[in-house]
């Protein structure tokens, strides 16, 4: 069964730490996406990458970077966790073409206190 | 940029019911459209698809229908079951070919 596994599924940091967030994907999809998913406001996109050492900016990507080293990892990377970073965190991956969309890990809840 | 976005936010049917989630969508050039459904501490899953060249496309008890006129887009589920509560949202492609815009979801709950 293929698979994107995320490290952690609830975290909690305090406001100022360094945060990682780690997601993994073992279908050897070229693409992979961070979003961050709030009540009312659905899935925004945070950063995506379309190939190792490549990043690009979602909608949303202040206060937040990415690292893709390998082709099965994508990293997720709070410089300094603020209240507002509060949230669900949800990594995907998809083929080049993007038919049958993205599929997705289970989610890392972070609280930052 | 797109926005998707959904009509209710909260739809109850009874078990053994048949439901209907509407979204529209904003970008006319969009190609393919995706229904997910997210159950509870889960992550988003693939239910079913369907391409900008198709009106009609039918799974196992549900059925996507895209009317590309109005830019709507609905989900049927026949016989809805407890197993069905979840939210679904529904997601275009855009231009992109790789970047899907997803909707804000509407949570589906079944009532024995």
């Known amino acids: 069964d293929v698979k994107v596994t995320q490290s952690s599924r609830y975290l909690v940091k305090r406001t100022g730490e360094k945060v990682f967030l780690e997601c993994v994907q073992d279908?050897?999809?070229?693409?992979m996406f961070w979003y961050r998913q709030d009540p009312g406001l659905g899935l925004r996109l945070i950063y995506f990458s379309y190939d190792v050492k490549m990043k690009e900016k979602g909608d949303i990507p202040e206060g937040y970077s990415v690292s893709r080293e390998k082709k099965e990892r994508f990293s997720l990377i709070l410089e300094s966790a603020s209240t507002n970073q509060t949230s669900m965190y949800l990594c995907?991956?998809?083929?080049?073409?993007?038919?049958?969309?993205?599929?997705f890990g289970s989610g890392t809840r972070l609280t930052v206190v | 940029g797109e926005s998707v976005g959904l009509h209710l936010p909260t739809l109850s049917v009874q078990e053994g019911d048949n439901s209907i989630i509407n979204c529209a969508y904003s970008?006319?050039?969009?190609?393919?459209f995706i229904w997910y459904k997210q159950e509870s501490g889960k992550g988003p899953q693939f239910i079913i698809d369907?391409?900008?060249?198709?009106d009609k496309r039918q799974g196992q008890r549900v059925t996507v229908l895209l009317n590309k006129t109005v830019k709507h887009l609905s989900l049927q589920i026949a016989a809805t079951q407890p197993g069905d509560s979840a939210v679904y949202f529904c997601?275009?492609?855009?231009?992109?070919?790789?970047?899907?815009?997803f909707g804000s979801g509407t949570k589906l709950n079944v009532k024995p």
């Open positions: 997601a275009e492609r855009s231009n992109n070919f790789n970047k899907f815009y």
């Open positions: 369907i391409r900008s060249n198709m």
């Open positions: 995907a991956s998809s083929s080049g073409g993007g038919d049958y969309g993205y599929t």
């Open positions: 279908m050897d999809h070229e693409n």
């Open positions: 970008n006319s050039a969009s190609d393919y």
